[in-house]
């Protein structure tokens, strides 16, 4: 389970309330924007952005702090072209998941030559747990908040997430809080709080298997052909896992658009 790609569905499944956790604004107002960031040749970004009133907050979810390019460099170039494209200010925090001690995670700033660009950092390791414990939408990230007993801090969490009336809400939340605290907990541990079948009950555990297996096509064909237009992009959108699955396969042997769409007609009815 890919955990960058399950809080990014946590982060627009509940919009409002991360503007609230991360920004402490009370707007019901926040309008999740699916933005494609293309830069030629080869890469095509997709980003978690709730845009509000002449603002737009850009959220990146790390929990390793390898990466290429760096990232200091990468909020850089994101921040230009969103600005470029939305002409508004930009609130960019990055949220490291998992406790480190790489420099990646207290770094804040971009540097070089006369150009300097700056950057929120959260290391979840750190956060008070009491904000998240307070949001329903917010405990599976309390799974990885800063606790003197951690198998405490879990239980209290698997038993907030028990309370959740609405019967979806509770599978799905209780999902993410299940995947998230792997990261910090054994699985003998989860697997006495929280029923494992939740997995199967929850659609969100389905959703982002899927939203993972498109993120990686999406990749691997723009590296292959090029970016891909809004069209073929949604066609992608509709494909089951098993189809997704079999994409990947197939796209090692394209060569330009006309391959993918040839495909495409000939799996899509």
Not at 13 to 31: C, D, G, I, M
Not at 47 to 64: A, K, R, V
Request: proline share 4%.
């Amino acid at each position: 389970m890919n955990t960058d790609n399950l809080c990014k569905y946590l982060a627009e499944k509940y919009p409002a309330e991360f503007v609230r956790w991360l920004l402490s604004l009370e707007t019901s107002n926040v309008q999740v924007i699916k933005t494609e960031l293309s830069q030629e040749p080869i890469r095509a970004d997709f980003l978690t952005l709730l845009q509000m009133t002449n603002l737009i907050l850009h959220l990146e979810f790390q929990t390793l702090p390898a990466s290429e390019p760096p990232l200091p460099f990468r909020m850089l170039d994101y921040w230009v072209r969103l600005y470029r494209q939305y002409r508004c200010d930009v609130e960019q925090v990055v949220i490291f998941l998992k406790a480190t001690t790489s420099e990646a995670a207290f770094t804040n700033e971009f540097i070089a030559a006369n150009t300097s660009h700056r950057y929120r950092i959260i290391r979840m390791w750190e956060q008070d747990p009491a904000p998240l414990l307070a949001n329903p939408a917010l405990l599976p990230l309390a799974t990885l908040a800063r606790t003197d007993s951690p198998q405490t801090l879990l239980a209290q969490i698997a038993d907030r997430v028990a309370n959740i009336e609405e019967t979806q809400q509770r599978q799905n939340v209780a999902a993410c809080a299940y995947v998230l605290a792997g990261l910090r907990f054994d699985k003998n541990l989860l697997r006495q709080l929280f029923r494992e079948e939740i997995m199967l009950e929850s659609v969100t555990y389905q959703d982002i298997l899927q939203r993972g297996e498109i993120a990686v096509i999406m990749r691997q064909l723009t590296r292959r052909i090029g970016v891909l237009t809004l069209e073929l992009q949604a066609r992608i959108q509709t494909l089951s896992i098993a189809q997704l699955e079999d994409l990947g396969e197939a796209l090692l042997d394209f060569s330009q658009p006309s391959d993918l769409t040839a495909w495409l007609e000939s799996h899509q009815s």
